[in-house]
């Protein structure tokens, strides 16, 4: 592991646990056993990734994606309505897509692929550069968001501290990141469905999130649990990808486009103030 002591609360009191999680003794958050320095984002993140890896076919799930993206948007806008916005794991870029309507958008996206994609088809400005190596002005933007990424960085700790620098003053951040201590996680154990190293490597609570954000100097506003938009596809890939044997064309048949909206509750939405 890369952390000798907890990134949350400072106690060096690990235990084991689901035989590939570290998880502190004192405040609950967990991370994966795993030598981080040698993990390599470009090789984890490419476009196999988005095509028949974490997810069954990202592009032709467009429409899911918005949807949820919308959402999003719709509560991001409740704490900040205009100015600046970085985006961090953009991915094909269907958030800043919307969010350009009401903000001046930039995006970082590690899949070079998802990058060009999003500047050649949407004319967003998506960079595949080092986001922490990058030089951004301080207090450049009114919000940062984060969704579904926090679980993915090897220092999110770096990510966080660099997102507070580069906010304004009141500046929110937002995220969304997988809770280990809601009651699907804790029935499911070792089998929850967002427990899978090298790709998760962080796993939060509620609790430990907060805290972790406080220590980080943000004000927490809102936690809540939002539902997803998935495709009927998407949702048969996510169950059954590990222990799969027929071909992924099975899955170009129309109806698996069905989409289907699930909350499973598990799932954390996070606005914070730059405190």
């Known amino acids: 592991m890369q952390y000798d002591k907890c990134m949350v609360c400072g106690s060096g009191r690990f235990t084991a646990i689901y035989t590939i999680l570290l998880r502190c003794a004192d405040c609950g958050y967990a991370v994966a056993d795993l030598d981080m320095a040698v993990l390599s984002p470009k090789l984890l993140y490419d476009s196999h990734y988005f095509?028949?890896?974490?997810?069954?076919?990202?592009?032709?799930?467009?429409?899911?994606?918005?949807?949820?993206?919308?959402?999003?948007?719709?509560?991001?806008?409740?704490?900040?309505?205009?100015?600046?916005?970085?985006?961090?794991?953009?991915?094909?870029?269907?958030?800043?897509?919307?969010?350009?309507?009401?903000?001046?958008?930039?995006g970082y996206e590690v899949c070079q692929e998802a990058a060009s994609y999003a500047r050649a088809h949407l004319g967003l400005d998506v960079r595949s550069t080092?986001?922490?190596?990058?030089?951004?002005?301080?207090?450049?933007?009114?919000?940062?968001?984060m969704w579904d990424v926090l679980e993915h960085l090897p220092r999110p700790d770096y990510f966080i501290k660099k997102s507070w620098r580069i906010l304004k003053k009141n500046g929110i951040l937002a995220l969304t990141t997988g809770d280990i201590e809601s009651p699907l996680a804790m029935w499911q154990g070792k089998d929850w469905r967002l427990i899978h190293p090298p790709t998760h490597l962080h796993y939060f609570s509620?609790?430990?999130?907060?805290?972790?954000?406080?220590?980080?100097?943000?004000?927490v506003l809102r936690v809540s649990y939002p539902g997803y938009w998935r495709s009927l596809g998407q949702v048969i890939h996510g169950m059954l990808k590990s222990r799969r044997s027929f071909s992924d064309h099975y899955f170009d048949r129309?109806?698996?486009?069905?989409?289907?909206?699930?909350n499973t509750f598990d799932i954390m939405q996070v606005f914070a103030r730059k405190a």
């Open 51 to 106: 095509f028949n890896g974490e997810y069954l076919h990202y592009l032709r799930d467009e429409s899911c994606h918005r949807k949820n993206f919308s959402n999003r948007l719709g509560q991001l806008l409740k704490f900040v309505s205009r100015g600046a916005l970085l985006e961090i794991g953009s991915a094909y870029g269907f958030f800043l897509a919307q969010a350009c309507r009401y903000f001046k958008v930039t």
């Open 254 to 262: 129309s109806y698996f486009n069905i989409p289907i909206f699930l």
């Open 206 to 219: 509620k609790r430990s999130l907060c805290r972790w954000l406080q220590k980080n100097r943000f004000e």
């Open 130 to 145: 080092d986001f922490l190596a990058d030089h951004l002005d301080t207090d450049a933007f009114d919000a940062v968001v």
